[in-house]
């Protein structure tokens, strides 16, 4: 590989897109995360100099994100996640005011790690790596869970958090496309009687 070529970084990458359904679906090839209703982000980090973009390639301002992912042990990488903002009891919140919340990157994806595109690596592999790097910092890694998406949901409504993104194992990251690989269900909160 070309030593120049391995070291140039993206500036951004477009995120890939989660299709809509009324039901999740189940079985082995699927593994779940929660969605817990923030900010999608695309963070670039190349040695100090870090960039945070929206969906749509807008620049992100959020220097307290910036220096978190100035701190971690890894040189370049592109990482895809949501910049949530949490309340005095870690409770997830759109509405907060920057005085009183705590603004926190979950990390969903590793697209690019120092020089290497991981974009045509399987979800498995590309999570493992996200969650080495990450660990011991104060990004939040987003785990993939196992598990029947029924209590999943149950849970996640409880928790007055978005919803649940059902990935198939083995799927590939592809920027900008909604291929079906990645499956979204937006959760109604349980009233507060039943939370």
Not at 26 to 38: F, N, P, Q
Not at 44 to 68: A, H, N, W, Y
Not at 86 to 100: E, Y
Request: charged letters at 30%.
């Amino acid at each position: 590989m070309d030593k120049a070529k391995a070291k140039k970084i993206p500036g951004f990458i477009r995120p890939m897109l989660c299709k809509k359904v009324a039901k999740l679906p189940t079985g082995s090839e699927w593994v779940y995360e929660v969605k817990r209703g923030g900010k999608r982000t695309i963070a670039v980090k190349d040695g100090r100099c870090v960039k945070l973009f929206g969906e749509d390639g807008r620049r992100l301002d959020c220097p307290s994100i910036e220096e978190t992912l100035r701190r971690v042990p890894f040189e370049r990488a592109v990482i895809d996640g949501e910049i949530i903002s949490l309340d005095a009891d870690s409770k997830p919140g759109a509405n907060k005011t920057k005085q009183d919340a705590t603004l926190q990157l979950f990390a969903w994806d590793l697209l690019h790690l120092n020089g290497h595109d991981l974009t045509t690596e399987p979800v498995e592999r590309r999570k493992r790596r996200l969650c080495t790097l990450t660990m011991d910092s104060n990004v939040l890694f987003s785990p993939s869970l196992e598990c029947e998406p029924e209590q999943l949901l149950e849970e996640v409504g409880r928790l007055s958090l978005e919803g649940v993104v059902a990935k198939r194992k083995g799927s590939t990251y592809e920027s900008g496309k909604c291929t079906g690989s990645w499956i979204t269900l937006r959760v109604e909160p349980l009233p507060q009687d039943q939370a």
